[in-house]
C-alpha cells in the first residue's frame, strides 16, 4: 500500500513537506519482517527503538526510521517506521491491522489520520501442470503416483 495512492489530498496552510504511512506491527510476521530488510542489528528479532528501515540511505536510523512502541487506548502498539509505503504480509491474514496516514509540513508540524485494515487473500491460487510427456504402459504405478499428487483436478 503506497502512501500517495490512500492520500486523497491532504494539504498545507503553507508548504506540505512529506505524506508517509505506517502500520502496526504483528509479532505473528517477525520473520516476514526480518526477511524483508527490517532487521537492522541482525539478531533476528524486530523491537521498537532498535530496528528500522534506513530510508534516506545514510547507514543510520533517524526517528521516523525506526519501529517505534505507541499506546493507543491504554494498549502499547508497536508501529513500523514512517515509510511511503506500508508492507502486508501473508502472516496477516485474518487480523486487523492499523494503518497511518501521516503529514509534515514544511515548518515540522504534523498531523495523521489512521484506519483498521482486515487483511484478506482474495487473490486464487495458480495451478501449474506437468510439461507433457510420454509414458509406457508398464510404467503404471509411477503415473498414478504423478496423478495422486497432481490432485483430483487431473481427472476431470
Ligand atoms: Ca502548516
Ligand atoms: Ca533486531
Ligand atoms: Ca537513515
Known sequence: MNAKDVDEGSWDNCAMDRIKLRR???ADCQADFVAKGYDWDKNNKI?????????????????????VSVTRNGVATIMT????YA??????????VVV???????????????????I????????????????????????????TAAGKGLWM
Open 87 to 96: 508492507e502486508f504480509f501473508c502472516c496477516d491474514l485474518g487480523n486487523k
Open 100 to 118: 497511518e496516514l501521516g503529514g509534515w509540513d514544511k515548518s515540522g508540524n504534523f498531523s495523521y489520520c489512521w484506519s483498521e485494515q482486515l
Open 120 to 147: 484478506e487473500d482474495k487473490v486464487l491460487p495458480t495451478y501449474i501442470l506437468p510439461w507433457a510427456v510420454t509414458i509406457k504402459c508398464t510404467d503404471r504405478a509411477w503415473v498414478e503416483g504423478l496423478l
Open 81 to 84: 517506521p514512517w515509510l511511503d
Open 47 to 67: 523491537e521498537a527503538g532498535k530496528d528500522g528501515w534506513d530510508e534516506n540511505g545514510d547507514g543510520t536510523l533517524q526517528d521516523h526510521e525506526k519501529f
Open 24 to 26: 502496526s506491527y504483528n
